[in-house]
């Protein structure tokens, strides 16, 4: 019930494209979806993230769609860039702890 | 402001032998989180530290352990080294425990276990 299932393993876009990553949750608990981007060899790093009483959230070109039914949420990256090439984890949190739980993560590649 | 800082960068270590690893909190946090991060994988709770108490542990073996000191540094120990402990190991740091407080993370030690 702590999973979180991210989807795609991978992804390939062409400069200019939009890029979607998918994640599902079972734990109705979890109350904060950050989603976080990491470069080889650095550490992941916070980008976005929501809670479940707002049903998107848009900072630049990254967006995270919530669907609180159907307990997922989605990370939109607008006119992606080669910039934007890196590891994406979305994660999901309940309690005082602020104990993440991971998805597998998405390997994107954006294409120059 | 100085962000999370991790020492060693790279640690190579037998099974069986201990290991620690450190962690400098970023400026104003006062909590720290310890991340198991294999290849290829997401990241896995190991436990935090606040206020130099656990609050919080993932399913992680007792030879796991953990400090925090007065000035919001920490520590990693692990015991008794098994090969699959071979993995990166994040440190994050955060104002409080709370939801507004989002987790800064290091870059992390990378531990081999041969």
């Known amino acids: 019930q702590q999973q979180v299932k991210q989807s795609p393993q991978s992804l390939i876009v062409q400069k200019g494209g939009i890029s979607i990553i998918n994640c599902a949750y079972e734990n109705t608990a979890f109350d904060y979806f950050p989603w976080y981007q990491q470069f080889p060899g650095k550490g992941p790093a916070l980008l976005i993230a929501i809670r479940p009483d707002v049903s998107e959230k848009k900072e630049g070109r990254f967006t995270i769609s919530f669907n609180k039914s159907a307990k997922q949420f989605s990370l939109h990256i607008m006119d992606s860039q080669p910039g934007d090439s890196a590891t994406y984890f979305c994660a999901a949190s309940s309690g005082s702890a602020r104990q993440l739980t991971f998805g597998s993560g998405t390997q994107l590649t954006v294409l120059p | 402001e100085t962000g999370v800082t991790q020492s060693p960068t790279h640690l190579i270590k037998t099974r069986g032998q201990q290991v620690t690893l450190r962690c400098s909190s970023q400026?104003?946090?006062?909590?720290v989180s310890w991340y198991q991060q294999a290849l290829g994988q997401g990241p896995q709770f190991i436990f935090q530290y606040y206020r130099e108490e656990e609050n919080g542990r993932g399913n992680f073996p007792p030879r796991f352990s953990g400090l925090q000191f007065p000035n919001y540094s920490s520590e990693l120990n692990v015991n008794a080294l098994e090969l699959d402990d071979s993995a990166l190991y994040l440190c994050a740091s955060s104002r409080g425990t709370g939801s507004s407080s989002p987790l800064h993370f290091g870059n992390g030690t990378r531990l081999t276990v041969t």
């Open positions: 400026s104003g946090h006062n909590t």
